[in-house]
């Protein structure tokens, strides 16, 4: 039997404090890119009871996505939006989510970020990463942006942090690492890079 809205939020209140739980419960937070990085960060912030999640991102689920994204074998070929939210349902059965199937532009982002306090940047591209990253600092100043780099290879978890590099601006990861050259992508380092980026958010929210 699944807990009713009530139950979730008690427990939520009782684990957070009621204050602390309102903060959360009344947040709004972006997730661009819901791969390695963002599937995680949308699964840690929806069991901390973040009240809504806009997640974006225009790819479907591929069986190459698998070996570290939250995606399930029988969602290959699904957009990862419709996947995530019903994953995402299946965790947290009362947050509010809206899914914008889009590839994120200089031209629409306003539009898609729309609501958002917080913006976490999931991207793998650096041009992508580059153009998310001017469009919030420089046209959106009101919201926060969390951003990664570096979790490639199996380097010590260790070297992965979280830095404030501007009062809106953290980013998360070695810095360093690429897929390229850092021996590939593998779940335990870059579950923990978004972990980083979800625990950002939540010491954002914490701090308004």
């Known amino acids: 039997m699944i807990p009713t809205e009530e139950e979730m939020r008690d ?81 947290a059965p009362y947050v509010r989510l809206e899914t914008r199937t889009a590839r994120v532009t200089e031209e629409n982002a306003r539009e898609l970020l729309g609501g958002a306090q917080v913006v976490c940047e999931a991207f793998d591209d650096a041009r992508h990463k580059a153009m998310l990253a001017s469009a919030v600092l420089e046209t959106m100043p009101e919201k926060y942006l969390v951003a990664a780099s570096g979790m490639a290879g199996l380097g010590s978890a260790n070297l992965i942090k979280t830095r404030k590099v501007m009062s809106r601006f953290y980013l998360c990861g070695d810095g360093v690492s690429d897929a390229a050259e850092g021996g590939g992508l593998f779940s335990s380092r870059v579950t923990l890079c978004a972990a980083h980026q979800a625990h950002a958010v939540l010491r954002i929210l914490a701090a308004q």
């Open 11 to 91: 427990a939520l209140r009782k684990r957070h404090g009621e204050k602390l739980q309102e903060k959360f419960s009344s947040a709004a937070v972006a997730v661009c890119g819901l791969g390695g990085l963002g599937s995680n960060i949308a699964i840690s912030l929806a069991r901390a009871g973040i009240g809504r999640l806009i997640l974006i991102d225009f790819d479907r689920v591929d069986v190459a996505n698998l070996n570290r994204q939250q995606y399930k074998a029988s969602q290959v070929g699904r957009y990862k939006t419709e996947a995530l939210a019903e994953n995402l349902k299946e965790i």
